[in-house]
């Protein structure tokens, strides 16, 4: 229920509020594991909220295309699980 909670404040923040600073809901090594699953730069200060939702969601089967409109509940429930295991392994590291 705390996950489903969680996915579906994400999403809905993400729409109404894209340029909150992606620290205020994630923690650094869960943004920081979005960037680097998706072979990207990871920047050195916290990037905006909707930035990082959309590479989340791109782990999760999204294609960001003109017409696909705002990523989805799903997308972003299967995205964030491969983020969370990189982001465990990266507290150990």
Known sequence: MV???RIARLMRLDRTCPNLDAALLFEKDEWQAAYILNRKKVPKSPPK???VIRLI????GFLGRKGDG???VKTIWLGLQRVVDLAAGLKFT
């Not at 969601?57 to 999760?60: H, S």
């Open 3 to 5: 996950v489903a909670w």
């Open 49 to 51: 909220l909707n930035e």
């Open 57 to 60: 969601a791109v782990l999760g």
């Open 70 to 72: 705002e990523p989805s």
